[in-house]
């Protein structure tokens, strides 16, 4: 069975600064990885994907994550936080095992900017 | 570029009615994804589509039903309104089982 941990329900940084955004997984088969930003009444945009290959990935907005195998982890990073970040961000898995396609969602975490 | 159309966006209902919505997939998607968000909660997978067929279930209850058109539309059609069926309702479309895009949901309210 596929799930998915974000261990903090909020996390607050300063404009400028690098942030930091935590997932970890768990997968029976491969994980196919993925981040989304949700803005208040607005639908999930895709952020970024883990499928295969480099561990880092880029993504759109200077997000980028890094894939760990060995800690079944999926941050979400980013060097220098913007307040036009500040939103609702979920981390989702997909397994290559099973055939199902759906995604199985993190309980997200609620980025804040402080300027 | 185009995105995941959904109508309506906001739909209020009292009890026991029915609703459908509506969802139109990027272009030249051939798959469908509902998925149901309560109140302060992640996304919940209900159901998908793939080349009009069904593809996998989730948590979708008994009095939901669904079904991808000719054209890749799909609708939920929803009987018998609970309370707790007041959620945000979200369609994404993706080309096979390529990355899912999101619409922007349908906010129903049951009275």
């Known amino acids: 069975a596929q799930s998915v941990a974000q261990p903090e329900d909020q996390v607050n940084v300063a404009e400028g600064n690098p942030l930091t955004v935590k997932c970890t997984y768990s997968v029976s088969g491969n994980p196919y990885l993925f981040w989304y930003v949700q803005y208040p009444n607005r639908g999930l945009q895709f952020l970024l994907k883990y499928i295969t290959g480099d561990n880092l990935v880029k993504g759109s907005y200077g997000f980028e994550a890094e894939f760990n195998k060995s800690q079944t982890s999926f941050h979400l990073k980013k060097p220098s936080a913007l307040v036009s970040d500040s939103a609702l961000y979920f981390c989702a898995v997909r397994d290559d095992k099973g055939g199902a396609n759906n995604l199985f969602f993190g309980t997200g975490t609620r980025l804040t900017v402080i300027p | 570029a185009a995105g995941v159309i959904q109508s309506p966006r906001h739909l209020i209902k009292e009890k026991r009615e029915t609703a459908t919505l509506k969802c139109y997939p990027i272009p030249r998607h051939d798959t469908v994804y509902w998925y149901q968000q309560g109140p302060g909660q992640d996304p919940q997978f209900l159901i998908s589509f793939y080349e009009k067929m069904q593809s996998d279930k989730g948590s979708i209850p008994d009095r939901f039903s669904a079904q991808q058109f000719s054209d890749y539309h799909s609708e939920l059609n929803m009987s018998s309104l609970e309370l707790g069926d007041s959620a945000l309702y979200f369609c994404?479309?993706?080309?096979?089982?390529?990355?899912?895009?999101f619409g922007p949901g349908t906010r129903l309210t049951v009275l």
């Open positions: 994404a479309s993706s080309l096979a089982i390529d990355t899912q895009y």
